[in-house]
């Protein structure tokens, strides 16, 4: 018995060596003789971070960019201040169960269109990527649009990229370091909390929200806002290209959706090599230099601080913005624009024209991807434009399971639940058929209010041999008084017969819904 913790020991030791070696380089100062290369290069396993400086410029990609911020922003926080009648036009209300948007009012029964609206933004995401790569990334993703604002208000306060970088060596006891630093961070936290204010605001009634707030009322409102904010200002304002890098999985499975024929920023590295610098007066030809005059603007512009001149990098946005530097710098020494474009893998192999290019992207891949998306978009318009705003559930009284009444009559009592999801009050039409005979003792017509729902108690009576002996099924056919559309539920009625406490028994779950 004793042997056996040594044994154990004895295995264990090869995995606690492969955890020494594992984390041991990364607290030595100098790396060891025998952790280099067989070139004799020390590959470390974690890099330090580096603080990105992106460089403004402008052009026809940042331009785009800043049209989809707008865009983005206006839909963001002027959605949830737009009414629709006497209510929020985007709302969704947790507590009450309900989803307004626009015209329509969903509730948690119509999951299926949440589901649709995930599958056409997957389908949406593949058929981008396929044809444009990391558009979506580039241009739209939160990330990108809330880390553009924030470098812009960081842009404004503290100067340009030189600026700023002389700003973060210079000692704390610089006053302009200290106002110039504390305003940007006013700054971000204003804009993070009207971020987080404006989410809440989707999900609450947003001109109550704000008074609520205010006299520190709505404890889970708060807490949403700020944690909000707080993912905003530290993911925008101090991670940006961390996320991208390390957080997004998206960069990580995009390469799956590539092929040679998708569009990617590209350096074309058959014209720019051999690179290097040289005057005007210079003829780059006749010095074996390529069209590249090794600026490395395409490097300070990049909002992840990568090297397109290195080839595509899972870390590369697309965001276009090397390309505006770019094309800048070949207007500056008078050579033709598109060193590092928007092209194909195949397109630089082979030279394609622009022809060319938009015929390949034509191909089965991105067919077949535009095909199922157009059925599920087409389907799901459909599903909605003829939708119903009924819903009916039946539930058998389990207190009564039959009783006679006079004139030889069978009674069943049945519970029906009404939801009206139209946004005025509805008067409902019930009728029952399915046995002759059959007939509903009382009022026939009931209200509900809007996007709301109401219970009702429906007797049914059947001539006693009306029906064959067992259980039979009826239908309840709902219809509002001032359309013709239909809610149909069904439901069950019986002969007084030995058999009807088994047949009650099991029609006690409740009737099956068809509307």
């Not at 909390?193 to 947003?206: E, S, Y």
């Not at 304002?237 to 995009?254: I, L, S, T």
């Not at 005025?424 to 399915?434: F, W």
């Amino acid at each position: 018995m004793r042997s056996l913790p040594r044994a154990i020991a004895w295995r264990l030791l090869p995995l606690l060596q492969c955890f020494v070696d594992f984390f041991l380089p990364h607290t030595m100062t100098e790396p060891p003789q025998n952790t280099s290369t067989p070139s004799g290069k020390f590959i470390p396993l974690y890099q330090a971070k580096s603080k990105v400086y992106p460089r403004a410029i402008d052009g026809v990609f940042n331009r785009w960019r800043w049209v989809m911020v707008w865009i983005t922003q206006l839909v963001f926080y002027g959605l949830p201040w737009l009414q629709w009648g006497e209510r929020q036009m985007v709302l969704f209300d947790l507590e009450a169960r309900r989803f307004y948007l626009f015209g329509l009012v969903l509730y948690p029964q119509d999951f299926i269109y949440l589901t649709g609206l995930l599958i056409i933004s997957a389908l949406s995401l593949f058929l981008f990527t396929a044809v444009a790569g990391r558009l979506w990334c580039g241009f739209t993703c939160p990330q990108t649009v809330y880390t553009e604002i924030f470098m812009w208000l960081e842009n404004r306060i503290e100067g340009e990229r030189s600026t700023r970088m002389r700003l973060d060596k210079a000692p704390w006891s610089s006053w302009e370091k200290i106002w110039r630093k504390s305003a940007k961070q006013l700054a971000w936290v204003a804009v993070a909390l009207w971020t987080g204010f404006t989410f809440v605001g989707f999900f609450v009634p947003i001109r109550a929200l704000g008074s609520e707030i205010l006299a520190l009322q709505g404890s889970w409102q708060i807490f949403w806002m700020l944690f909000y904010a707080f993912a905003t200002y530290g993911f925008a304002g101090h991670m940006r290209e961390q996320v991208c890098k390390y957080m997004c999985p998206y960069a990580r499975f995009q390469s799956a959706m590539f092929d040679k024929d998708t569009l990617i920023v590209t350096y074309d590295s058959a014209r720019g090599e051999p690179r290097g610098a040289r005057s005007k007066k210079v003829d780059a030809k006749a010095a074996g230099l390529g069209d590249c005059i090794d600026c490395s603007l395409c490097v300070q512009v990049c909002p992840t601080g990568i090297d397109i001149r290195n080839g595509l990098q899972y870390e590369c946005i697309g965001c276009g913005l090397c390309v505006d530097a770019c094309d800048s710098v070949m207007d500056k020494v008078q050579l033709p624009r598109g060193l590092i474009r928007y092209s194909t893998e195949n397109a630089l192999a082979r030279h394609y024209s622009a022809r060319d290019n938009l015929a390949h992207l034509m191909r089965p891949r991105t067919l077949i991807y535009s095909a199922i998306l157009l059925i599920i978009v087409a389907a799901t318009a459909w599903s909605l434009a003829t939708r119903i705003p009924l819903r009916v559930d039946v539930i058998r009284d389990r207190a009564m399971l039959y009783r006679e009444a006079d004139n030889e009559q069978i009674e069943n009592v049945f519970s029906l639940h009404v939801m009206n999801t139209d946004e005025r009050p509805r008067r409902y039409r019930i009728e029952v058929n399915g046995i002759e005979g059959a007939s509903i003792v009382g009022e026939q017509i009931v209200e509900v209010p809007a996007a709301s729902n109401k219970n009702f108690l429906v007797v049914v009576t059947v001539k006693d041999g009306a029906a064959p002996k067992g259980s039979n099924k009826i239908m309840f056919d709902i219809r509002a008084a001032d359309d013709g559309r239909v809610g149909r539920v069904a439901g069950g009625a019986g002969e007084r017969t030995s058999r009807v406490w088994g047949w009650f028994q099991q029609a006690g779950h409740g009737g099956e819904s068809l509307c």
